[in-house]
């Protein structure tokens, strides 16, 4: 500070002693300026801190796929918002400092005094963001498809089959037969798991329970993956380790349900429900069990009360499956014949029939006949304890793939547990360290000739759609034989249920798979000489010996991912032929031990602890696939070593390192840009980039090839989902090349802080009609949507703006042809921190199509009044989600204004066609925080929402009647009764002028209501129900205080509604 800044500071000081508390507060500015800038400065520092834990949880949240709670993502929304304001507080302050008059002689005591109040107020708001930083939790379990969306492929409804789903129905809709597990025995391969999905979703279809879960057991159970299987569809998260912890976790949280059914699915042993977490028994009797096993005394060791064999297929019925699997080619009157013969020995077994049947396809009359003379053997013993039926057909089926990487693939997926889904991201690398396709020269030629296999395999029945799109699983049966089929022609694999290192057989082993099997402990020095393959990953040991790998030389494929290793053996510099090494998720902090791997083509290090990457990357000239992403530890990359892989096809380094030089040579500890530039062959890139600098600057590279594209030019690098993801900070125009190229292709855009983004979109970007969501944080415009903007985002699906504060108008219809002005793929609209918008459509309105609208958000808005004309309200027959929360002068969802009614008439009048009422298919609308809202649904509104299942109203402290008769609507009291047929649960809270939810006049049924919460809503004395008006209500919430002053409409009433009442809150 100069002479005389502290000399005038000194006196105010001084003068502050003797002054009236106005200008007292004044002067404290002034005098506080430089230390109330530095104490933001500090605070914002802390909270960016506070910022980077919350994303970290939020990151490991999404990977899980659990849902982020939305007062974490309006925390973190308000967090981004606090340090753009701060930016730009301190980009004055800045300014302030060099503009003081003569060098510091005369300070600008006005802008001072500006600054510094600013500063302390903006502090303050960081202290109260702190202080609500601190959740118990960010995410929550994911809304999980269910088993709705569980994949049945082929399902066949066979006269069998359905007699068996049409038995166990019965028995678990009969409540009074006191049967809680129901067992399902029968051979393998004769359908019960599909069956049982076909249960599962018949349960759901009639609401037989609330919850239903299905958990595949096999021959060597996995606890921990049974309890999460059964977590995941209930919606449960399980972070507890100990079996018991997690056990005592599940339990309750099922003993919390009123229904659920609980499939045990491929049970070789008796399995200790309670080790799993699954109540049964008379005390119990939440659950409903049906376990399903190929041995009717398995089903008789888990307690089952009553069993359901499942047979074999009649011979009507095998035919039947038949002829369609293997399509046309049987009405061929010789091929008929053959067919027979080949029916009859399948032995009624579904997948036995289906596999051949495919197998058959397209093959000569030598082939069929060949079919009837291999399963016509007979024999008296089995392979693997796999029936001599299946075997035989399985091993025809197999003899009959030509296609030798299709083998092969198959043999790769028989590596993995039964219960493992193989993703096609693994067998990708499989295929090209195997070199299942000689031609393909990239990862995307093997990635091709691998969708192109797998799809055979598929349609052949040796691969099974897993439950998660992209993943596929092997038939245990498909597995034991076509694993004996391997070794025996020389593939020599090891798939065993051990618990440590195997004592034999590991000379000739080529391929040897001990995933999630416990081990603690490795040999020293195992003698494997030809071994090729070596999955040890999810294993418990902590250390590799030191001499390890110095008898594995020959190996090629080697994955430790999810164990404990904090550090590599010394003998891994053995493995110079190593061609892929996957270390996912481990301990390791030191990676130097790799730098003698010259010829590795994929290198996989995501999650690890690493410091520093391992030397002599650089020379590692052959990787194809590099993956460093989520290296939260990780210090730098030096210069010029990532510009040296220059086969590089696909770099993961996202979420680990972004502090990349922009311009200049950049330090030799410090990687530029440009290195990453310079990879011409890349098709996969995700990349995280700090410095904005970047968006402007056009490097010598190209990424014409990039296929996939996650790039963040942002700290928050959690916003990058989709497979061609940009999140850019600070785009201001011109872009660079480079941009340009990539925001063309992109799916899913985040933009934060762009100043002139309407100039960018008009000027710079030619076309966005790749875009299917769009995010648009603290930028700079008055309207979104114009006429040149519509044309580019035709495709759009996802629409969010947050905290744009200079936003007037979100889609601005003036002037614009109707073949111009359609959004018809917009599924999702969130607006959120719009302080200054005033409308969100406005012009003409009869051009807007946005008939796909399924899910809608207006929060903190506080200038809007309503959100729809009746025109367009009555255009959104898809929307299915509406939330209007913290919007301070919203007095209404439909405008009611004449001038709006009368467009709807005159366009009613056009038409004999009724017109559709708004909302038809809405299903949830939540109101919150409206304080000028008075009426919230009209009878005539109402009337319309025949799918509607959850209202929730809070805290509106103008309501006083949920549901109004308006001047004018008719009054139809018996049409009016079958109103809100689906609503299931009606939420009212914190309404303190609530007096009734309707009229008395209203006489209305509630068919469906299955819960009533009423909470602060000390004026509501009545509830609009009868004794038979809601036959499925199970719980009236609300203080014991409120529920002793009830009105009730008779005593009969009172003594069926009094013991539904309830002081529990829900577990949303």
């Keep these: 500070m100069s002479i005389v800044s502290d000399f005038a500071v000194s006196v105010i000081a001084y003068i502050l002693e003797r002054s009236c508390t106005p200008v007292k507060q004044r002067i404290c500015h002034l005098v506080r300026y430089r230390s109330n800038v530095r104490n933001l400065m500090e605070r914002v520092q802390t909270l960016k801190a506070v910022r980077d834990d919350v994303q970290e949880l939020v990151k490991a949240g999404q990977d899980k796929g659990e849902k982020i709670k939305s007062e974490v993502s309006n925390w973190l929304a308000h967090v981004i918002q606090i340090e753009l304001d701060v930016e730009t507080l301190e980009d004055k302050f800045n300014k302030n400092e060099r503009q003081d008059c003569c060098f510091g002689w005369c300070p600008d005591w006005s802008s001072r005094h500006q600054l510094s109040r600013s500063a302390k107020k903006k502090t303050e708001e960081i202290n109260v963001l702190l202080s609500k930083g601190k959740f118990d939790g960010v995410s929550l379990p994911a809304a999980t498809p269910g088993v709705d969306a569980m994949p049945t492929p082929d399902f066949v409804p066979l006269e069998s089959s359905m007699l068996a789903i049409d038995e166990i129905i019965k028995t678990l809709k009969d409540e009074l037969n006191n049967i809680s597990v129901i067992g399902v025995c029968g051979a393998g391969g004769i359908g019960k798991t599909t069956l049982m999905k076909q249960v599962a979703k018949r349960a759901k279809e009639h609401n037989l329970f609330d919850d239903v879960a299905i958990a595949t057991v096999s021959r060597n159970p996995n606890l921990k993956e049974i309890q999460c299987e059964i977590a995941e569809l209930i919606g449960l998260r399980i972070e507890e380790e100990s079996l018991l912890g997690r056990a005592t976790r599940l339990s309750d949280r099922l003993k919390q349900k009123s229904k659920v059914l609980v499939i045990l699915d491929d049970l070789w042993e008796r399995l200790e429900l309670e080790n799993v977490g699954i109540p049964y028994g008379n005390e119990h009797n939440v659950c409903k069990i049906v376990v399903t096993s190929r041995s009717s005394k398995v089903c008789s060791d888990m307690d089952a009360k009553k069993i359901i064999k499942i047979k074999e297929l009649s011979s009507e019925d095998s035919w039947s499956l038949f002829t369609r699997k293997a399509e046309d080619l049987i009405h061929s009157p010789t091929l008929c014949q053959a067919a027979w013969k080949i029916v009859g020995g399948c032995g009624g077994n579904p997948n036995s029939i289906v596999t051949v049947a495919r197998a058959l396809r397209n093959k000569t009359l030598d082939v069929w006949n060949n079919a009837v003379q291999t399963l016509g053997e007979c024999r008296t013993t089995s392979s693997s304890g796999v029936p001599v039926k299946v075997v035989l057909c399985l091993k025809f089926s197999y003899d009959q793939i030509e296609n030798e990487a299709a083998k092969q693939c198959l043999w790769f997926c028989c590596l993995f547990p039964e219960y493992y889904s193989v993703t096609m991201e693994e067998l990708v690398v499989y295929g090209l360290v195997d070199r299942l396709f000689p031609e393909a020269g990239t990862l995307a030629e093997v990635r091709t000739g691998m969708l192109s296999v797998v799809d055979f395999l598929k349609s052949a029945n040796f691969l099974l759609e897993a439950d998660r799109e992209g993943s596929f699983k092997v038939h245990d049966d498909t597995r034991d034989v076509v694993t004996s089929i391997a070794s025996e022609r020389g593939y020599n694999l090891m798939v065993k249920a051990l618990t440590a290192w195997p004592a034999e057989g590991l000379e000739s082993c080529k391929r040897m798979s001990l995933i999630d099997r416990g081990i603690r402990k490795l040999p020293d020095k195992p003698e494997c000489p030809q071994l090729l393959t070596l999955f040890l990953q999810n294993n418990a040991f902590e250390n590799i010996p030191d001499s390890f790998f110095q008898s594995m030389r020959a190996l090629q494929f080697l994955d430790f991912s999810y164990t404990y290793i904090s550090s590599l053996p010394r003998s891994i510099q053995c493995l110079e032929g190593l061609l892929s090494l996957r270390l996912e998720n481990t301990h390791l902090r030191d990676a130097s031990l790799l730098n003698k791997l010259n010829k590795l083509e ?30 939260s530890y990780l210090q730098g990359i030096p210069s010029n070593v990532i510009s040296k892989l220059s086969q590089l096809e696909e770099l993961y380094i996202g979420n680990s390192f972004g502090d990349w030089e922009i311009e200049g040579d950049g330090s030799q500890n410090k990687a530029n840009f440009s290195d990453v530039a310079a990879l011409a062959r890349l098709t996969v890139l995700h990349i995280q980039v700090k410095n904005a600098k970047c968006l402007s600057i056009n490097f010598d590279g190209r990424w014409e090839k990039l296929q996939k594209f996650r790039i963040c030019v942002s700290n928050d690098y959690s916003d990058i989902t989709s497979a061609k993801s940009m999140h850019l900070k600070n785009l201001s125009y011109p872009i660079a090349n480079w941009v340009k190229l990539l925001l063309e292709k992109a799916e899913h855009l985040v933009l934060t802080r762009s100043m002139d983004l309407e100039d960018i979109m008009q000027k710079d970007v030619q076309s966005l009609n790749g875009l299917k969501s769009l995010h648009l944080r603290a930028c700079n415009m008055n309207y979104v949507f114009r006429s040149h903007m519509f044309q580019k985002v035709e495709n759009l699906e996802e629409l969010h703006i947050e905290y744009c504060y200079s936003l007037k108008e979100v889609f601005h219809l003036e002037e614009i042809e109707e073949e111009n002005a359609k959004l018809t793929r917009l599924r999702e609209l969130i607006l959120v921190g719009l302080p200054n918008l005033m409308s969100i459509w406005n012009g003409n309105l009869s051009v807007a199509h946005l008939e796909n609208l399924n899910v809608m958000k207006v929060e903190e808005c506080w200038q809007l009044r309503n959100l729809f004309s009746e025109v367009l309200a009555r255009r959104l027959r898809q929307l299915e989600h509406l939330a209007i929360i913290n919007c301070d002068n919203m007095e209404e969802i439909i405008s009611n204004q004449q001038a709006e009614k009368d467009e709807a008439a005159c366009m009613m009048n056009l038409s004999n066609i009724p017109p559709p009422r708004p909302f038809q298919n809405l299903q949830k609308l939540i109101i919150s925080k409206c304080k000028k809202m008075k009426r919230v649904l009209s009878v005539s509104l109402v009337r319309g929402l025949e799918q509607l299942e959850e209202l929730t109203i809070v805290e509106c402290n103008q309501i006083e009647e949920i ?106």
Excluded at 610 to 629: C, I
Excluded at 976 to 1005: V, Y
């Design 602 to 631: 994929v290198l996989i290090l995501r999650g690890s602890r690493l410091e520093q990457l391992p030397k002599g990357l650089e020379k590692m000239t052959n990787l194809k696939l590099l993956d460093l992403s989520d290296n």
């Design 963 to 1068: 549901i109004t008769m308006a001047m004018g609507e008719e009054d139809n009291k018996e049409g009016d009764q079958n109103m809100l047929p689906q609503l299931k649960i009606l939420t009212l809270q914190n309404l303190p002028k609530l007096g009734t939810i309707c009229n008395d006049e209203l006489l209305l049924e509630w068919p469906s209501l299955r819960e009533l919460q009423v909470w602060n809503c000390r004026n509501l004395k009545k509830l609009p129900l009868g004794l038979y008006d809601a036959p499925r209500l199970r719980k009236i919430k609300g203080h014991l205080t409120w529920v002793g002053g009830l009105e009730w409409k008779d005593e009969n009433a009172k003594r069926w509604l009094q013991p539904l009442l309830t002081e529990e809150r829900s577990i949303r």
